[in-house]
């Protein structure tokens, strides 16, 4: 069993952070299930969390989050990507990191995750469909893989690939609705900010295919089509990308996507939000600007028009 342990965030960074997370140690059974075995993924004696102060999140139930997913690859309908998902290929998996960077490469997935430390991490997730979930995240920071690859000062962009196969995504195949592969990006300080993270599980399992096994963006701060699934390429830019739902609909998804209540959608008010799973009585939940983040991230758009750049 190899066993590295990554350079923590400091704990200044952390202490307001609203993560419920819990190093847990990387276990051959992680491994195994990366490399497409079926046993469980985290093992059962290692299962102790460490409450960080403040958090008072309480995780969707897992069934929802599974059953309720936007795959667009797979299908337009929330309930049928679980079952349209479970042909879709995980295993081998690589992703190639590259542009402006000083150590480009290839790399198995398998040893990206020889060299993290996973942590828990408890984020909310809100949609731009005025939806909202609480979701136990298994994964390490963004900033971890991307700082191995060493990037250049002219790197100011991150782009994010998702995968292109068609031969087991039908909308792929047919060319519905967007164009593939499904792209992503992030300026380089958001990347890099710690509570961006790349995700290989959830609810102490690994991803369901459904959920954008088998490796995934989580941006808790931004609207969850940021969060993009099945990763294979990372790719550091002098400029912006051009991303899948701005390029197809620019008035309605900003480059940006910061969850903020200020900035309408044409299709949804962004207000309150509708939280799923918390029971039919249960009022909804006003919005908050960086979705409650704003202690951590505020800073990185401090002179920035939000309603501009939205
Ligand atoms: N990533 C890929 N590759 N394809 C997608 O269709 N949908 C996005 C995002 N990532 C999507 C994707 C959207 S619109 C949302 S809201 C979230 O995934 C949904 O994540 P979930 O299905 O796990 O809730």
Same mark, same amino acid.
């Given at each position: &069993?190899?066993?590295?342990?990554?350079?923590?965030?400091?704990?200044?960074?952390?202490?307001?952070?609203?993560?419920?997370?819990?190093?847990?140690?990387?276990?051959?059974?992680?491994?195994?299930?990366?490399?497409?075995?079926?046993?469980?993924? /985290?093992?059962?004696?290692? !299962?102790?969390?460490? @409450? =960080?102060?403040?958090?008072? =999140?309480?995780?969707?139930?897992?069934?929802?989050?599974?059953?309720?997913?936007?795959?667009?690859?797979?299908?337009?309908?929330?309930?049928?990507?679980? !079952?349209?998902?479970?042909?879709?290929?995980?295993?081998?998996?690589? @992703?190639?990191?590259? %542009?402006?960077?000083?150590?480009?490469?290839?790399?198995?997935?398998?040893?990206?995750?020889?060299?993290?430390? @996973?942590?828990?991490?408890?984020? +909310? $997730? +809100?949609?731009?469909?005025?939806?909202?979930?609480?979701?136990? /995240?298994? %994964? $390490?920071?963004?900033?971890?893989?991307?700082? &191995?690859?060493?990037?250049?000062?002219?790197?100011?962009?991150?782009?994010?690939?998702?995968?292109?196969?068609?031969?087991?995504?039908?909308?792929?195949?047919?060319?519905?609705?967007?164009?593939?592969?499904?792209?992503?990006?992030?300026?380089?300080?958001?990347? &890099?900010?710690?509570?961006?993270?790349?995700?290989?599980?959830?609810?102490?399992?690994?991803?369901?295919?459904?959920? %954008?096994?088998?490796?995934?963006?989580?941006?808790?701060?931004?609207?969850?089509? !940021?969060?993009?699934?099945?990763?294979?390429?990372?790719?550091?830019?002098?400029?912006?990308?051009?991303?899948? /739902?701005? !390029?197809?609909?620019?008035?309605?998804? %900003? $480059?940006y996507a910061n969850v903020n209540p200020a900035v309408t959608h044409p299709r949804w008010s962004q207000n309150s939000e509708r939280q799923l799973g918390s029971g039919f009585f249960t009022a909804r939940r006003q919005t908050e600007l960086f979705n409650g983040y704003s202690e951590q991230v505020a800073d990185l758009y401090r002179d920035m028009d939000l309603r501009h750049f939205f």
């Amino acid at each position: &069993m190899i066993i590295k342990t990554q350079k923590e965030i400091p704990s200044s960074e952390i202490t307001d952070l609203t993560v419920f997370k819990a190093r847990r140690r990387f276990i051959k059974t992680v491994l195994a299930s990366v490399v497409g075995a079926t046993m469980p993924v /985290w093992a059962d004696n290692n !299962k102790s969390r460490t @409450l =960080l102060p403040n958090n008072a =999140l309480v995780p969707t139930p897992i069934e929802l989050v599974k059953n309720y997913t936007n795959y667009y690859e797979f299908t337009l309908n929330k309930e049928d990507s679980t !079952k349209l998902a479970q042909n879709f290929v995980t295993d081998p998996w690589s @992703l190639e990191i590259s %542009g402006e960077v000083e150590k480009a490469g290839i790399y198995h997935l398998e040893d990206i995750l020889r060299q993290q430390t @996973l942590e828990e991490r408890i984020y +909310r $997730f +809100r949609c731009v469909e005025a939806w909202s979930m609480v979701v136990p /995240w298994m %994964g $390490f920071s963004l900033g971890n893989i991307l700082k &191995m690859a060493k990037p250049l000062s002219t790197a100011q962009f991150v782009k994010f690939t998702a995968i292109y196969q068609p031969e087991t995504m039908p909308n792929q195949r047919n060319n519905v609705m967007l164009q593939w592969p499904y792209v992503e990006g992030l300026r380089i300080d958001e990347a &890099m900010h710690p509570l961006t993270m790349l995700a290989v599980g959830m609810y102490g399992d690994t991803l369901p295919k459904q959920n %954008g096994a088998p490796l995934r963006l989580v941006v808790p701060w931004k609207y969850g089509f !940021k969060s993009i699934k099945a990763i294979v390429k990372i790719e550091l830019l002098k400029k912006a990308p051009i991303t899948t /739902w701005n !390029k197809s609909a620019p008035n309605e998804y %900003g $480059f940006y996507a910061n969850v903020n209540p200020a900035v309408t959608h044409p299709r949804w008010s962004q207000n309150s939000e509708r939280q799923l799973g918390s029971g039919f009585f249960t009022a909804r939940r006003q919005t908050e600007l960086f979705n409650g983040y704003s202690e951590q991230v505020a800073d990185l758009y401090r002179d920035m028009d939000l309603r501009h750049f939205f």
